[in-house]
């Protein structure tokens, strides 16, 4: 079955420590989107790819980085900048970047600060 | 910024019966969709509406869009224990000089449906 597999599904960071929440999708989407969720909240974008080897930024990208070498992958890191963390991640894809195009969405990984 | 804000942010119902979550918005739209979420888990798509369209059926889901009002609403018919979500609106806005746009979504409401 196709999807979106996100990793892990729980995640504790320490204080100054870059971790990385993994995103697979195999439904040969182009494009990727990686959302914040905090609770009570709408999501909010973090980082958007359209194309292998192109990413941009997003709404809160401070904080974040991500990468797209492979079309399936875009793994999200959150550096020791951003000093609020605790969220909930959702990584997203679409046949192509556009508004008209629905979005199918991972389980998300819920990060917590140890 | 928030374009869309959902409306109520709770609704807690019995089976069997209908509810209506409402979604508004700021500006012009192309498209506005609705999305579910169950606890801990990530967004479904529901349905989308374009901005030519007036109302969208789809099962049990009737979705209808008043340009003139800036305003979207979702209605579930019979509700059903498996339809305790939350459900969020995502509309359109344009993003960058290339044409291209993101989704920008609303709050959410929460539905508790009670067996």
């Known amino acids: 079955d196709g999807g979106i597999t996100q990793s892990p599904k729980y995640l504790f960071r320490k204080e100054g420590q870059n971790v990385t929440l993994s995103c697979e999708q195999n439904?040969?989407?182009?494009?990727m989107y990686w959302y914040r969720q905090d609770p009570g909240q709408g999501l909010r974008l973090i980082y958007y790819?359209?194309?292998?080897?192109?990413?941009q930024k997003g709404d809160i990208a401070e904080g974040y980085s991500v990468s797209r070498e492979k079309k399936e992958s875009f793994p999200l890191t959150v550096t020791s900048a951003q000093k609020n963390p605790t969220a909930f991640y959702l990584c997203?894809?679409?046949?192509?970047?556009?508004?008209?195009?629905?979005?199918?969405f991972g389980d998300g990984t819920r990060l917590s600060i140890l | 910024s928030q374009q869309g804000e959902e409306d109520p942010q709770a609704l807690s119902i019995q089976e069997g019966e209908n509810a209506t979550m409402n979604c508004s918005y700021k500006?012009?739209?192309?498209?506005l969709q609705w999305y579910r979420q169950n606890s801990g888990r990530g967004l479904v798509h529901l349905i989308l509406?374009?901005?030519?369209?007036r109302e969208k059926h789809s099962g049990r889901l009737r979705v209808t869009l008043d340009t003139s009002k800036k305003s979207s609403s979702l209605l579930i018919t019979a509700s059903r224990a498996a339809d305790t979500a939350s459900y969020f609106c995502?509309?359109?806005?344009?993003?960058?000089?290339?044409?291209?746009?993101?989704?920008?979504f609303g709050k959410g409401t929460k539905l508790t449906v009670n067996p």
């Open positions: 997203a894809s679409s046949i192509v970047r556009r508004s008209k195009q629905p979005q199918h």
């Open positions: 790819s359209q194309i292998v080897n192109d990413f």
């Open positions: 995502a509309t359109d806005a344009e993003w960058d000089q290339g044409g291209s746009e993101k989704l920008v």
């Open positions: 500006t012009s739209i192309n498209n």
């Open positions: 439904l040969n989407h182009d494009a």
């Open positions: 509406i374009r901005s030519n369209e």
